[in-house]
């Protein structure tokens, strides 16, 4: 199933495999721009740009600035390019990337923060107002993208709302300063431990999955003996169009309320006396590219809306959960976040309820990249490995939905310089661990810098400390400041989180 995902485009390879061999038997080579070689697999064939021309045309998409080469590297004094004693190649968010890998290591997540507050800003402006005395789209982020309490922080300043789905993104993001009535609750396995947290903090909305965590949340809300406010997730049976592990609104997956059971479990819940049904709420999946499945999505919470209303129950919001893409790659769609706004605006507007939306990846993806060193080169009979630093266990992404990154050098890149064909791999011992394969890259060498790009979406957050690795650092750029936000843990120090059991000292 994962070998043929059903929008290829942003995830995987037709058919991994031969690629490598034809590239290598026959020589590829590419120049920057359009592919000039390769072969008829998906592995290679791609968006046919490669990483370092798109990153070239384009850096402001990745919030990059490319510095020229320093007079050292180019043997001329005088050209254009980086001035002497500059801190040479990419730089974000005003900082240079080389700095911090020198001070933070490797591997490290960086996020610019100014990159963040723009992409939400952006988010409100296709949103637009409420309308007819309805309050504000509400932006609840979701944390699960990236919880980092420093970019949590920047959008908590920016006034954003967070949507959680456990006990402790609910302690991060109120940590961060995020307002629990701008915090809603989704997930389909919470724990007494977590509705209990949720109730005493008043968040806005706990999105209830089934009929028998609505007894729970009812029977937490008598005990609290507090007046508690849930939405109802909807399972719409609506297909996204997405990778499959990324779809969670169809009939088979175990998210959210059958539309047949709706109604009834609403009327439940509002009728309990320690319960206000405030809401509907859905989410069908990430990384959807079209308005259309949200369209349809409201199109169903609607008849839901309906008869709720012919019983006598107004509703304050209606909550069409996340879902966002972006292009990892060249030329591959992304959701068009201007039309998409004003699609869900005119299929909502004249329900007269407060929209909110909890977008992770799009708000984030594009403002992150994780530092990696080259170790090394190696070539096999049938494919040529750069090994970097950064394993499976620090961005899980490719080994887990075959999903693509670009990965280009930190230092400059001779526009001219010809290109071949490497596996990306890293240190884990196994061979699901690649940060990219068949991927058209300039010659690398050991201690080279790279930039796996657009890793600010479940990066981090997906990490593990697999084969006794620890976890990447984590910084935060800012308009030319920069601070680590996590350091690295020693080994030391993970070690000193475990103890052996007393009959074994
Ligand atoms: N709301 C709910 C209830 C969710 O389950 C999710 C994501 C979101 C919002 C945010 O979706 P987004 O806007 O980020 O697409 N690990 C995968 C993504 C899993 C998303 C799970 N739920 C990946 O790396 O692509």
Known sequence: MLREPN?????????????????LTCGVSLRYGAWVGGSDDGRLVGSGIPDTAWVAAHPERFGLELAGPPPSRRGDEQGEGGAPGAVEGARLGGVAVHEIAEVAGTPTYVYDAEGIRQRLARLRSALGAGKGGVPDPLICF?????????????????????DIVSGGELRRA??????????????????????????????????????????????????????????LRLNPDVDPETHPYLATGLRQSKFGV??????????????????????????????????????????HMRRTIGSLRDAGVTLAQIDLGGGLGVAYRPGEPEIDIAAWGRAVRVETDDLGLQLVVEPGRWLVAECGLLLTRVIGRKRGEGAAFVIVDAAMNDLLRPALYEAYHPIVPAHHVDPGASLTIVDVVGPVCESGDFLALGRAMPAVEAGDLLMVLDAGAYGMVMASTYNARPLPAEVLVDQGRWAVTRPRKTTEQLLGDEALPPWLR
């Not at 929008?7 to 590239?23: E, H, I, L, N, T």
């Not at 320690?274 to 999946?285: E, K, P, T, W």
């Open 7 to 23: 929008r290829g485009s942003q995830f995987g390879w037709a058919s991994p495999g031969c690629g490598v061999d034809v590239a």
């Open 174 to 231: 109120l940590e961060a300063g995020i307002a629990p009535q701008r915090i809603v609750f989704s997930g389909v396995g919470k724990t007494d431990t977590e509705i209990d947290a949720a109730i005493a903090a008043g968040i806005r909305s706990i999105n209830i999955e089934s009929a028998e965590e609505l007894q729970r949340v009812m029977a937490r809300a008598t005990a609290a003996d507090r007046s508690v406010p849930v939405s």
């Open 258 to 299: 059958p539309m047949v059971a709706a109604v009834e479990l609403a009327l439940r819940a509002h009728r309990h006396p320690n319960l206000r049904l405030v809401g509907l709420a859905c989410h069908i999946g990430s990384q959807i590219v079209d308005a259309a499945p949200y369209r349809e999505s409201v199109m």
């Open 142 to 162: 979701a944390v699960k993208a990236n919880s980092a309490l420093a970019v949590l922080r920047v959008l908590a300043r920016e006034g954003a709302g967070a």
